[in-house]
């Protein structure tokens, strides 16, 4: 197998970012190289944990400028079949969409792609963040009111059930 | 209240070089960094490091609100924001200023009022501080010899709706100018749609000098010399120097006070640069533009005067009353810059992203090197190509130079392609070594012959 220079994947990864393309793939040899803007795609490929993304960050972690599609497995260990939806960008982690109101969501409850997990604060700008995909909530990775960062796991959902 | 922690919101070498500073004054950093940045050797030694956003700058080191909420969030005290990305964005030190976040910079309303240019050509008029002289749009061509027979040949004729070089014809003499103002009107016409002209004093040789200066925000503005930062490739500078010995000792005084003057008249506070453009022949300076910030080259100038610029930034916007006065800043031998770029002379310039295998940087007396690079370690192909600084320092220009063509031959990197062979080819050639060089020297002197070396 040959072996792929970071430069060059990284050169792939910054012109996918720049174009105004959708999605990318590229399957050199042993390496194949997947790249999405559309961030349900973490839903699929994190469920088919031998496919592209773990051969593409196991050569030499190239920096990812959409790492909501290409990012590499962080602290956690993410089981099997398992989906992590992370944060979107640096703020203030809020569960609740007010202080005293009950959470959007609870560990074991069902989820839609749609449904809102968590607000997303930076400077009393609040977005919300959506699951993605559909299933189960498994674990609660952040702590309520806490700064969490670009790219940080936030919930896992299985999504078989 | 000296400051007890820092964000800093920048990468590569200034982000070391903060982080660094900091800690030397007992300061706490928390350093934020792209994804691209998060393995980096200012991560390693922040104290804390916070991933603000993707590679792409747009969403991490341009983001000023990122920055803001994760100073806070972190219970940061105080924000140096580096140069480049948003340190000059008034934006960014109106949040902090709102957010009670000390800005280790000037204030917003500062750098408005020197960030636009015919602002700041408002306030060195006020402060009597010279710029090249030029005429209003002229209607034709008997204005401008009228305008140049007043203030003197080389003239050039410019487009009034636009640069970039269409336009402009030197002239140097009344019969040059009567009919090069025709043609250039045509081509201004062509160019933009409009033929209007004026017409400014023509710097046949010119060379880049400009002053660094450190306000106390209250009136009090002190200068740490000057220097000439003529050797540039498309306006990038790509070799410094401190003192500017091209310039006469009586006009390198009159320029500081022109630098002082124009920031004092506004209560500048913290580091800024002056910037004048310098004409040879008729020994006079031009205003031309003030940086608000610290800037890449601000090393020769602490080399000279024993002053740590960062450190005193930390310190002026921690309200530290300054103990400095203009008769201690003294200036001592001579000290070079060459940024090293990952860019190959050889292929244009081309940025040349990659990861470093070699690393051998030079050491010894008077030899500083400025990095965030060693082996192992990724220039990542989203921000600026430039890797280090090398800068010597030496009793003398000889020296100094000496000093750095020896560095510079020891200099080895691998891994990717770098202008360390360019640097070297500039600080060997004569008119390098005598000080014979101008702002047009290296695209015209020598870069010409660099090429076709290489190709022979």
């Given at each position: 197998?040959?072996?792929?220079?970071?430069?060059?994947?990284?050169?792939?990864?910054?012109?996918?970012?720049?174009?105004?393309?959708d999605e990318?793939?590229?399957?050199?040899?042993?390496?194949?190289?997947y790249l999405s803007k559309n961030p349900a795609d973490r839903a699929r490929l994190a469920s088919a944990p031998?496919s592209a993304v773990?051969?593409?960050?196991?050569?030499?972690?190239?920096?990812s400028?959409s790492a909501k599609s290409t990012s590499k497995p962080a602290?956690i260990?993410v089981p099997?079949g398992m989906v992590v939806v992370r944060a979107p960008n640096?703020g203030?982690f809020?569960r609740?969409?007010?202080?005293?109101?009950?959470p959007y969501v609870?560990i074991?409850q069902k989820v839609e792609p749609e449904t809102e997990l968590c607000l997303i604060?930076?400077?009393?700008?609040?977005t919300s963040v959506t699951s993605g995909v559909g299933g189960t909530v498994q674990k609660i990775l952040a702590?309520?009111?806490?700064?969490v960062?670009f790219d940080q796991p936030l919930f896992l959902i299985d999504p078989r059930s | 209240?000296?400051?007890?922690?820092?964000?800093?919101?920048?990468?590569?070498?200034?982000?070391?070089?903060?982080?660094?500073?900091?800690?030397?004054?007992?300061?706490?950093?928390?350093?934020?960094?792209?994804?691209?940045?998060?393995?980096?050797?200012?991560?390693?030694?922040?104290?804390?490091?916070?991933?603000?956003?993707p590679?792409?700058?747009?969403?991490?080191?341009?983001?000023?609100?990122?920055?803001?909420?994760?100073?806070?969030?972190?219970?940061?005290?105080?924000?140096?924001?580096?140069?480049?990305?948003?340190?000059?964005?008034?934006?960014?030190?109106?949040?902090?200023?709102?957010?009670?976040?000390?800005?280790?910079?000037?204030?917003?309303?500062?750098?408005?009022?020197?960030?636009?240019?015919?602002?700041?050509?408002?306030?060195?008029?006020?402060?009597?501080?010279?710029?090249?002289?030029?005429?209003?749009?002229?209607?034709?061509?008997?204005?401008?010899?009228?305008?140049?027979?007043?203030?003197?040949?080389?003239?050039?004729?410019?487009?009034?709706?636009?640069?970039?070089?269409?336009?402009?014809?030197?002239?140097?003499?009344?019969?040059?100018?009567?009919?090069?103002?025709?043609?250039?009107?045509?081509?201004?016409?062509?160019?933009?749609?409009?033929?209007?002209?004026?017409?400014?004093?023509?710097?046949?040789?010119?060379?880049?000098?400009?002053?660094?200066?450190?306000?106390?925000?209250?009136?009090?503005?002190?200068?740490?010399?000057?220097?000439?930062?003529?050797?540039?490739?498309?306006?990038?500078?790509?070799?410094?120097?401190?003192?500017?010995?091209?310039?006469?000792?009586?006009?390198?005084?009159?320029?500081?006070?022109?630098?002082?003057?124009?920031?004092?008249?506004?209560?500048?506070?913290?580091?800024?640069?002056?910037?004048?453009?310098?004409?040879?022949?008729?020994?006079?300076?031009?205003?031309?533009?003030?940086?608000?910030?610290?800037?890449?080259?601000?090393?020769?100038?602490?080399?000279?005067?024993?002053?740590?610029?960062?450190?005193?930034?930390?310190?002026?916007?921690?309200?530290?009353?300054?103990?400095?006065?203009?008769?201690?800043?003294?200036?001592?031998?001579?000290?070079?810059?060459?940024?090293?770029?990952?860019?190959?002379?050889?292929?244009?310039?081309?940025?040349?992203?990659?990861?470093?295998?070699?690393?051998?940087?030079?050491?010894?007396?008077?030899?500083?090197?400025?990095?965030?690079?060693?082996?192992?370690?990724?220039?990542?192909?989203?921000?600026?190509?430039?890797?280090?600084?090398?800068?010597?320092?030496?009793?003398?220009?000889?020296?100094?130079?000496?000093?750095?063509?020896?560095?510079?031959?020891?200099?080895?990197?691998?891994?990717?392609?770098?202008?360390?062979?360019?640097?070297?080819?500039?600080?060997?050639?004569?008119?390098?070594?005598?000080?014979?060089?101008?702002?047009?020297?290296?695209?015209?002197?020598?870069?010409?012959?660099?090429?076709?070396?290489?190709?022979?």
């Amino acid at each position: 197998m040959t072996i792929i220079p970071a430069r060059d994947i990284e050169a792939l990864v910054r012109t996918f970012d720049v174009s105004d393309w959708d999605e990318m793939r590229v399957v050199v040899d042993g390496l194949e190289l997947y790249l999405s803007k559309n961030p349900a795609d973490r839903a699929r490929l994190a469920s088919a944990p031998n496919s592209a993304v773990s051969s593409a960050t196991a050569t030499d972690k190239p920096p990812s400028p959409s790492a909501k599609s290409t990012s590499k497995p962080a602290a956690i260990d993410v089981p099997e079949g398992m989906v992590v939806v992370r944060a979107p960008n640096l703020g203030t982690f809020y569960r609740a969409p007010k202080p005293g109101a009950p959470p959007y969501v609870s560990i074991g409850q069902k989820v839609e792609p749609e449904t809102e997990l968590c607000l997303i604060e930076v400077m009393k700008l609040f977005t919300s963040v959506t699951s993605g995909v559909g299933g189960t909530v498994q674990k609660i990775l952040a702590e309520d009111s806490q700064l969490v960062e670009f790219d940080q796991p936030l919930f896992l959902i299985d999504p078989r059930s | 209240m000296p400051l007890r922690r820092i964000l800093v919101a920048n990468r590569g070498e200034i982000a070391l070089r903060i982080v660094r500073a900091a800690r030397s004054l007992g300061m706490e950093t928390v350093l934020a960094a792209s994804v691209a940045d998060r393995d980096s050797v200012a991560a390693r030694e922040a104290d804390r490091v916070v991933v603000i956003g993707p590679a792409a700058a747009r969403a991490s080191y341009l983001d000023a609100r990122l920055m803001v909420h994760a100073a806070k969030a972190t219970g940061c005290d105080g924000l140096h924001p580096g140069y480049g990305f948003l340190s000059e964005r008034s934006s960014l030190a109106a949040l902090c200023e709102q957010e009670g976040i000390a800005f280790v910079g000037p204030s917003a309303t500062s750098i408005e009022a020197v960030g636009d240019k015919l602002a700041a050509r408002r306030l060195a008029k006020a402060a009597g501080v010279m710029m090249t002289p030029g005429s209003a749009k002229l209607e034709s061509a008997e204005d401008a010899v009228a305008f140049a027979d007043a203030i003197g040949y080389p003239v050039v004729t410019k487009a009034s709706a636009g640069g970039g070089g269409r336009g402009m014809v030197v002239a140097r003499d009344t019969r040059s100018l009567r009919d090069g103002f025709a043609r250039a009107s045509i081509e201004a016409k062509e160019a933009f749609g409009d033929g209007t002209l004026f017409v400014e004093r023509y710097v046949e040789r010119a060379r880049h000098v400009e002053v660094q200066v450190v306000g106390d925000g209250a009136g009090r503005v002190l200068h740490f010399g000057e220097r000439d930062c003529s050797m540039q490739r498309r306006y990038q500078k790509m070799v410094e120097e401190a003192p500017a010995v091209a310039l006469p000792v009586a006009t390198r005084a009159r320029l500081h006070k022109a630098a002082v003057d124009l920031l004092a008249a506004i209560n500048y506070r913290n580091a800024g640069t002056v910037e004048f453009l310098y004409d040879v022949d008729r020994d006079e300076f031009y205003f031309m533009e003030v940086n608000a910030r610290i800037q890449v080259e601000h090393p020769v100038s602490e080399m000279i005067t024993g002053v740590d610029l960062v450190q005193l930034q930390l310190r002026v916007a921690g309200g530290e009353a300054s103990s400095f006065r203009q008769s201690d800043i003294a200036v001592d031998g001579h000290a070079i810059e060459a940024r090293i770029l990952a860019e190959d002379p050889d292929r244009n310039f081309a940025p040349s992203p990659g990861r470093i295998t070699q690393w051998l940087a030079p050491r010894g007396e008077g030899v500083r090197i400025d990095t965030a690079m060693e082996v192992g370690a990724s220039v990542p192909p989203f921000y600026d190509s430039m890797i280090a600084k090398l800068i010597v320092h030496a009793a003398d220009r000889p020296g100094a130079v000496a000093r750095l063509r020896d560095a510079l031959e020891q200099f080895q990197i691998s891994g990717l392609a770098t202008n360390l062979r360019l640097l070297r080819a500039i600080v060997g050639h004569r008119d390098f070594i005598e000080g014979r060089f101008d702002t047009r020297w290296l695209e015209t002197v020598l870069l010409p012959s660099f090429v076709e070396r290489r190709d022979s």
